[in-house]
């Protein structure tokens, strides 16, 4: 190989209700990358047990993730979706990088220390690992693109770091075993068996805060419901949240820098940009100088005319619970296939004795 080909790859916990936060920085991002490119859409259910160990629910919460992935116009049968679980060689793999990365770099990652808090030492190892089976789902396609928010760009900057020592620690049965491709790291030419893959983040729903407070970003976790829009909301739901959402008392300025220390207003001009694929500065170019009075019904409308077909046909996708079962059946089996080929090849590379 001189390249590696590009593959997206990305993947969502089945935990909680999808938001206008997951659809706008990532799912709708997973709908546009795959006209031209190759994607691999997972439901990370061995990710959701990091946190929290018993789920009465797991299943049917895996499945409602593939009903939204559905519902927002993920093809899986040009494409592939699936749930992590399914595929043993993510877990294989993940055990690989937790020997390659260092324990440093675990404890410096942000989600870590939000996640475990103040008693770190009862944390599950599984939480302190979380980034290396994440490296691990998209190393294990060999990916070079991932679409995620703005949150999780530390995580594939990990990534790279773990697929840079493996391929520096293992350049040596990299080149014997001709398994390598050829990549440019900064000036050098290098043979890796890993991609140093790339974030697809950016755009104006990089990171939707909560409708309740400007300084959070929107969760799942948060424990008021008015914080967030969720996918399954109804058109009345989504608009009395978006008219009870907080804002300043100013009408909305026609300039970016008007939008300075007004994260509030600014949120909803990015909610705005978002879902109409417009940026910040178009949004305001229209509304500028009009009251949230104006703009925030203006803004219900939007949302209600493209959440609400998505919350219909998440309804009709998961009421058909055969269908989605054998979507992520078709889907396990066709990554496990790709997952099995890389595999074969680390298994090698490692030494490991096999026949
Ligand atoms: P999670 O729900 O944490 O599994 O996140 C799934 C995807 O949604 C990831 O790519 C996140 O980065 C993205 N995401 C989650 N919350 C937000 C938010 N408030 N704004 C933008 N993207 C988000
Ligand atoms: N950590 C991601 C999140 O919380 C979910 C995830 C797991 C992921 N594995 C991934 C995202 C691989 C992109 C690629 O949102």
Same mark, same amino acid.
């Given at each position: 190989?001189?390249?590696?080909?590009? +593959?997206?790859?990305?993947?969502?916990?089945?935990?909680?209700?999808? &938001?206008?936060?997951?659809?706008?920085?990532?799912?709708?991002?997973?709908?546009?990358?795959?006209?031209?490119?190759?994607? =691999?859409?997972?439901?990370?259910?061995?990710?959701?047990? *990091?946190?929290?160990?018993?789920?009465?629910?797991?299943? %049917?919460?895996?499945?409602? =993730?593939?009903?939204?992935?559905?519902?927002?116009?993920?093809?899986?049968?040009? &494409?592939?979706?699936?749930?992590?679980?399914?595929?043993?060689? &993510?877990?294989?793999?993940? $055990?690989?990088?937790?020997?390659?990365?260092?324990?440093? $770099?675990?404890?410096?990652? *942000?989600?870590?220390?939000?996640?475990?808090?103040?008693?770190?030492?009862n944390a599950s190892l599984g939480l302190l690992a979380y980034p290396s089976l994440m490296a691990a789902d998209m190393m294990v396609y060999r990916a070079t693109h991932v679409p995620v928010g703005d949150d999780q760009k530390q995580h594939v900057e990990l990534t790279r770091d773990i697929a840079q020592k493996f391929n520096n620690d293992f350049s040596g049965r990299i080149a014997e075993l001709g398994v390598g491709v050829e990549m440019q790291v900064g000036e050098e030419t290098v043979n890796g068996f890993f991609p140093l893959i790339e974030p697809v983040i950016?755009?104006?729903?990089?990171?939707?805060?909560?409708?309740?407070?400007?300084?959070?970003?929107?969760?799942?976790?948060?424990?008021?419901?008015?914080?967030?829009?969720?996918?399954?909301?109804?058109?009345?739901?989504?608009? /009395?949240?978006?008219? /009870?959402?907080?804002?300043?008392?100013?009408?909305?300025?026609?300039?970016?820098?008007? +939008?300075?220390?007004?994260?509030?207003?600014?949120?909803?001009?990015?909610?705005?940009?978002?879902? *109409? %694929?417009?940026?910040?500065?178009?949004?305001?170019?229209?509304?500028?100088?009009?009251?949230?009075? *104006?703009?925030?019904?203006? +803004?219900?409308?939007?949302?209600?005319?493209?959440?609400?077909?998505?919350?219909?046909?998440?309804? #009709?996708?998961?009421? %058909?619970?055969?269908?989605?079962?054998?979507?992520?059946?078709?889907?396990?089996?066709?990554?496990?296939?790709?997952?099995?080929?890389?595999?074969?090849?680390? #298994?090698?590379?490692?030494?490991?004795?096999?026949?």
């Amino acid at each position: 190989m001189t390249a590696f080909q590009p +593959l997206v790859f990305s993947g969502v916990q089945p935990t909680g209700n999808l &938001h206008l936060g997951n659809y706008l920085g990532a799912i709708r991002k997973f709908v546009a990358l795959q006209e031209k490119s190759d994607c =691999i859409y997972c439901v990370v259910d061995l990710h959701s047990i *990091t946190a929290q160990l018993v789920h009465g629910d797991l299943a %049917d919460q895996t499945r409602s =993730i593939t009903a939204a992935f559905l519902a927002s116009g993920i093809d899986p049968k040009k &494409h592939i979706v699936f749930n992590q679980s399914r595929v043993m060689q &993510h877990a294989e793999l993940a $055990w690989v990088f937790n020997c390659v990365a260092r324990i440093g $770099w675990m404890n410096r990652m *942000t989600q870590f220390k939000d996640k475990a808090g103040k008693d770190r030492e009862n944390a599950s190892l599984g939480l302190l690992a979380y980034p290396s089976l994440m490296a691990a789902d998209m190393m294990v396609y060999r990916a070079t693109h991932v679409p995620v928010g703005d949150d999780q760009k530390q995580h594939v900057e990990l990534t790279r770091d773990i697929a840079q020592k493996f391929n520096n620690d293992f350049s040596g049965r990299i080149a014997e075993l001709g398994v390598g491709v050829e990549m440019q790291v900064g000036e050098e030419t290098v043979n890796g068996f890993f991609p140093l893959i790339e974030p697809v983040i950016g755009g104006p729903a990089a990171r939707i805060m909560s409708l309740r407070d400007g300084s959070k970003k929107m969760s799942k976790s948060d424990p008021s419901d008015l914080s967030r829009i969720n996918l399954t909301d109804d058109a009345d739901t989504i608009s /009395k949240k978006i008219r /009870k959402a907080k804002t300043d008392p100013d009408a909305l300025p026609s300039e970016m820098d008007g +939008l300075a220390g007004r994260p509030e207003a600014e949120n909803l001009v990015g909610i705005y940009a978002g879902l *109409t %694929d417009m940026t910040k500065e178009a949004v305001l170019q229209q509304f500028g100088g009009q009251q949230f009075s *104006t703009f925030k019904p203006a +803004l219900a409308d939007l949302a209600v005319e493209k959440l609400a077909p998505i919350a219909g046909e998440m309804r #009709r996708i998961s009421a %058909d619970r055969t269908y989605v079962d054998s979507v992520l059946r078709d889907g396990g089996e066709r990554a496990g296939a790709r997952a099995e080929a890389t595999m074969k090849s680390v #298994r090698e590379i490692m030494g490991f004795l096999q026949h």
